[in-house]
T-cell receptor, first 109, second 112 residues
């Protein structure tokens, strides 16, 4: 989805927090924000999702801007196993997912 | 504990050939969908289905057909393959309303 934009790549040191940004320039009021990640040679896997409020789960936290035009996926302590491509998505009420182009995260030991 | 199963994992076709990519899920999910993944383009929605007998188009439906005769299966058909359809294809399913997609491991398709 050309209207969901992410940086191509980011780097982080191991055991440091990582903030992965996503811009949702045309998100509507009822669209959810989802994040998935994809390890090499695997299908994407669910990380987290939310609508308006910030969300936490065992994998990550999701911060959603007040105007919902941007979101940030937060990995609190990056590990080598977190090296992956991270995709954000806006998801409409018809359950159609429109993904960004993904951010390739490199974790430096 | 199979989840979403895609076959085949790899396929090479000649231009103009037809084929069907298979997708099956054992989680009784109502929602199923197909995506293609191309370098620099992310995942793009091809077709989706909200239940047996119901299908609809996504972002990039041209050149692909789908049908949903059972809850478990959602095959993707390429009627006349073109080099532009060279891609990695992913099938996904979800329990409608959960917001969580479960993806298969993908089919890498090359059209020569």
């Amino acid at each position: 989805d050309a209207k969901t934009t992410q940086p191509n790549s980011m780097e982080s040191n191991e055991e440091e927090p990582v903030h992965l940004p996503c811009n949702h320039s045309t998100i509507s009021g009822t669209d959810y924000i989802h994040w998935y990640r994809q390890l090499p040679s695997q299908g994407p896997e669910y990380v987290i999702h939310g609508l308006t409020s910030n969300v936490n789960n065992r994998m990550a936290s999701l911060a959603i801007a007040e105007d919902r035009k941007s979101s940030t996926l937060i990995l609190h302590r990056a590990t080598l196993r977190d090296a992956a491509v991270y995709y954000c998505s806006r998801t409409n009420t018809g359950n159609q997912f429109y993904f960004g182009t993904g951010t390739s995260l490199t974790v430096i030991p | 504990n199979a989840g979403v199963t895609q076959t085949p994992k790899f396929q090479v076709l000649k231009t103009g050939q037809s084929m069907t990519l298979q997708c099956a899920q054992d989680m009784n999910h109502e929602y199923m969908s197909w995506y293609r993944q191309d370098p620099g383009m992310g995942l793009r929605l091809i077709h989706y289905s909200v239940g047996a007998g119901i299908t609809d188009q996504g972002e990039v439906p041209n050149g692909y057909n789908v049908s949903r005769s059972t809850t478990e299966d959602f095959p993707l058909r390429l009627l006349s393959a073109a080099p532009s359809q060279t891609s990695v294809y992913f099938c996904a399913s979800s329990d409608t309303g959960s917001g969580k997609l479960f993806f298969g491991s993908g089919t890498q398709l090359s059209v020569l």
